[in-house]
């Protein structure tokens, strides 16, 4: 528990936070709290508010891409997908951003691939995770293949689909050519848990976007970073988004990622595409350890032991 901010702080007290040896000496907390590697240490100024390092899990989820556009299109790639756990020192300032989704595509311009999303601070060794790669469009300027991310975006044109980042997500899925009865169909964009489905001539085929993982941070267990679906053509249906926000191809306009869950936009027969969902960081700490010392207005609840932080938006923790 942090010390007090204010009043009479004992060498006590200090040792109760932060341990060490007795008898105690204030030579033992050097680099402890606000105290300096060497030198003077100040008990009021070096360790009001001050706490020991204590274990801090995060979710980091980047926001997902948006998904192609014209017949034969690819889902758009989940967002990167991450856990850790990390022992963080009292009073680091931990900055968080959060990802934004990936713009729509029409039949001239691409869909944007999602924003990363990150927590950085002093002495914490920055976690990043990479925003999803593009759902391609079915036009020959802007490339048939999908693009690359912290999941890959669904391909088009007998292309393959785009590339992931191991430990964040997995590949799109490469498309069929537009040749025989049914004419093809584009690859899903790859989720945080699986490929993106490859696209296919059969009859009745579906290129879903992969699946996301579910994270029960929150107390509750939640699907992120889910794949958007490939569009169809002829008798090949439109594919369904992956579990954890990634939205459905359609023969119209596609569904969006959902929003907070980092998923993939899904692909659009039509010439406007869908656009990915936004990233998340959540941070667990427990409620002992917390301080309350916030800014970008997270979301904070309780589960247990723990106290929950939601952010949506560019924020901070102080720990």
Known sequence: MPLPSSGQI???????????????????YYS???APASGEIQIGADFYGTSAAYTINFLVVAGGAGGGCSL???GGGAGGFQTSARNVDGGTVLSITVGGGGGNST????????????????????????????????????GFNGGNGGSGGGGTQNRPGGTGISGQGFAGGGSASTTGANSGQGGGGGGASEVGTTGSNASGAQADGGDGSASSITGSSVFYAGGG????????????????????????????????LGGGGGA???NTGASGGSGVVILSVPTSNYTGTTSGSPTVTTSGSNTIMKFTGSGSYTA
């Not at 001239?108 to 990363?116: D, R």
């Not at 053509?233 to 907070?260: D, F, L, M, Q």
């Open 10 to 28: 004992s060498l006590n007290d200090i040792a109760t936070e932060f341990g060490g040896s007795a008898p105690h000496a204030l030579s033992e």
């Open 32 to 34: 402890k709290g606000n």
């Open 72 to 74: 034969n299109a690819g």
């Open 107 to 142: 039949s001239n311009s691409n869909a944007g691939n999602g924003g990363n999303s990150s927590v950085s601070g002093s002495g914490f060794s920055t976690l990043t995770s990479t925003g999803g790669g593009r759902g391609a469009t079915n036009n020959s300027s802007l």
């Open 229 to 260: 679906g490939g569009s169809g053509r002829g008798g090949v249906r439109e594919g369904v988004g992956g579990a954890g926000g990634g939205g459905t191809a359609s023969n119209g306009t596609g569904a969006s990622g959902t929003a907070n």
């Open 268 to 270: 659009s027969v039509a």
